[in-house]
């Protein structure tokens, strides 16, 4: 089998301090900070983990109709991608699954 992203930078380790790294940028954020009061941050970043883990070929399943179900009453827009100074266009399935 050959080696995966997820593998090949170093699995689960990797992705949890990039996904905390990227929550403590947004919990800072006065724009974005309000989408996230009162939620479990703890579980949304476990299941963060596993969707940047589904993507880079780790051992997790990715539902995309699940991700625009969860965001769809958000109204996330492209502004909220920009606060973080995501590069354009934003990674699928993510962008399509959001905005």
Do not use: C, K
Not at 19 to 35: C, E, I, K, Q
Not at 62 to 71: G, I, M, N
């Amino acid at each position: 089998m050959p080696e995966t992203i997820w593998d090949r930078y170093g699995g689960y380790s990797f992705v949890a301090r990039t996904v905390r790294d990227f929550y403590d940028s947004v919990l800072v954020s006065a724009a974005l900070s309000p989408y996230f009061d009162g939620v479990n941050m703890e579980g949304l970043i476990e299941h963060q983990i596993q969707t940047v883990g589904a993507v880079m070929g780790g051992p997790y399943d990715l539902d995309v109709e699940a991700l625009r179900r969860a965001h769809r009453h958000l109204r996330v827009q492209q502004a909220h991608f920009d606060e973080l100074a995501v590069s354009d266009p934003w990674p699928q399935p993510y962008a399509s699954a959001l905005l």
